[in-house]
């Protein structure tokens, strides 16, 4: 039995320790990312780029990518279809950007060959493989632990190398408000990826989709992408504190400024509506919002909130907070 091996609270809370890396600043760190979207959405042309990308050391969008071998497994693909993309997309190509059109599955021998191809390509920090499901084997075990089980082989492979392998997986047909729980499986894929992406296309006519970014190292993001000429092309870039922001009320930013002219204000929520002259929201909802957010924007903008039960009704209390 192999003893446990740990590490002490003081060890950690001093000695220095490497930060995750990224072979797209900010986007694909090492370990395992799982990349997700509908069929024929055009997961492998955006792969393809990404790929492409990394082998020559140039931005993806507007990232920057760290230069290094790449091992593309486009197990869906012939090398005829890969040649055709490729000269859809580029006209100058890396030496570094090594392709596979065939693998053993995981349970006969994946990992063995990708060991073998590091060694052959020891600087390599990416490798795709496109897609889960060609090297998955029939399981009648629980799905969970099915599930559990492939994707933590292939991130422990991950971890153990220091590289990126980006899996690329379906979704799900039916609607959810979240868009992560349309990730095909159960959740022991998304709980063991470090990342997950999904592509989601507005409409199946549009040429547009969004991008929803999430991980442990990965802070969240939205990006809009648009498909023209075979590639995606970046829109906008939305970022989690940005994102952050516009999820705030427009009715509370108007509270900041009713707020710029007075040390205090008391009154209900109806009260406060109509001094604001504001007819579209709830007092109810207003009330509901302030106290939500009475912490990360109210407060971070100097106004302090209070909420109180009296005789005349629940009563609202603002003040300008001076002391933070």
Not at 34 to 63: E, R, Y
Not at 70 to 81: A, G, K, P, S
Request: net charge negative; charged share 25%; proline share 2%.
């Amino acid at each position: 039995m192999q003893k446990l091996q740990t590490v002490n609270a003081d060890t950690l809370l001093y000695e220095p320790l490497e930060k995750p890396s990224f072979v797209v600043d900010g986007l694909i760190p090492t370990g395992l990312t799982l990349f997700c979207g509908a069929q024929k959405i055009g997961k492998s042309w955006l792969m393809l780029k990404l790929c492409l990308c990394v082998s020559q050391g140039i931005p993806l969008w507007d990232m920057p990518t760290q230069e290094s071998d790449v091992l593309y497994l486009c197990l869906e693909d012939t090398f005829c279809r890969i040649q055709n993309r490729l000269f859809r997309l580029t006209d100058e190509a890396s030496g570094r950007l090594h392709f596979a059109v065939a693998s053993d599955k995981l349970s006969d021998g994946l990992i063995v060959q990708l060991e073998d191809y590091l060694k052959e390509y020891p600087d390599s920090r990416l490798i795709v493989i496109d897609t889960l499901q060609k090297v998955r084997t029939a399981s009648k075990d629980n799905a969970y632990a099915s599930d559990y089980g492939d994707i933590s082989l292939i991130k422990d492979f991950a971890d153990r190398h220091s590289l990126a392998v980006i899996v690329v997986h379906h979704i799900r047909k039916q609607n959810d408000s979240d868009v992560f729980n349309k990730v095909s499986g159960t959740t022991g894929l998304t709980g063991s990826a470090d990342a997950t992406f999904v592509l989601q296309q507005e409409s199946r006519a549009s040429n547009a989709a969004k991008l929803y970014v999430t991980g442990r190292d990965t802070p969240y993001q939205e990006f809009t992408l648009r498909f023209r000429d075979c590639s995606w092309e970046l829109v906008e870039r939305k970022e989690q504190e940005q994102l952050a922001k516009e999820a705030i009320p427009d009715v509370l930013f108007r509270i900041v400024n009713f707020m710029q002219d007075k040390e205090e204000w008391t009154g209900t929520a109806t009260e406060l509506l109509d001094a604001l002259e504001e007819t579209e929201t709830a007092a109810n909802v207003l009330t509901k919002w302030m106290n939500e957010y009475r912490l990360d924007f109210l407060l971070e903008n100097h106004i302090r909130y209070d909420f109180s039960r009296r005789s005349s009704g629940r009563m609202i209390s603002l003040a300008v907070a001076t002391d933070i």
